[in-house]
């Protein structure tokens, strides 16, 4: 489900597979439908799940790489062409890059892929003044975090250990890098990866 969000603040939520093409054209198609033009793609669509290697299958892998590297190459395909000059393409990465804990071999994976694609894709829209970053977070506190059972568990304290800041993300620590990195305010960054981990690397 993607969430389209105008500069009002009005939300309108879209269902959709992104790992679909045709899902991925339909949510954008929603958002010019909705508001007439698009200048922002957050690419914040993902899934995550630890194993050990010896624990990874085919299956895991693959919904893994669908959602995280696939959706995100189908949905920026399909904004791409409505994007204009000053656009900004931000996508959701993750400290996991930096500190690739035991057990995250495919998640850690897919976010890596999201770095290299990030800057292929800021070289490739460059010319036409599209600017693409990856915003690269450390552990979130999020109904995702809450579902897998991460908060208040031993995953979280180890995470708080190797955070500087002493403490896991909150939503508005994240949605504020998003929104300088999709202003004017960041008009001379492209290709880059900002970790917003209160330090965690």
Do not use: C
């Not at 198609?29 to 993902?46: E, H």
């Not at 995250?104 to 829209?125: H, N, P, W």
């Not at 979130?140 to 800041?165: C, K, N, R, W, Y």
């Amino acid at each position: 489900m993607a969430d389209i969000t105008a500069a009002g603040g009005e939300a309108v939520a879209v269902r959709g597979d992104v790992s679909k093409a045709r899902d991925a054209q339909a949510i954008v198609d929603a958002a010019v439908k909705q508001f007439g033009r698009l200048d922002i793609l957050v690419n914040n669509s993902g899934v995550y799940g630890f194993a050990p290697i010896e624990s990874v299958t085919e299956e895991d892998f693959h919904r893994h790489f669908n959602i995280n590297v696939l959706g995100l190459l189908l949905t920026t395909q399909a904004a791409v062409k409505h994007l204009g000059e000053g656009s900004s393409i931000i996508n959701i990465g993750s400290v996991v890059t930096r500190i690739t804990p035991p057990g995250s071999a495919v998640y850690t994976g897919t976010k890596g892929a999201v770095d290299a694609i990030t800057g292929v894709l800021s070289r490739e829209l460059g010319a036409r003044k599209i600017r693409v970053n990856a915003l690269n977070p450390g552990m979130v506190e999020t109904e995702g975090t809450h579902a897998a059972g991460f908060i208040g568990s031993d995953f979280q304290a180890g995470a708080v250990a190797q955070t500087p800041l002493g403490r896991i993300g909150q939503p508005d620590d994240i949605a504020s890098i998003a929104v300088f990195l999709a202003s004017d305010d960041s008009h001379w960054l492209t290709g880059e990866q900002l970790l917003a981990g209160g330090g965690a690397r």
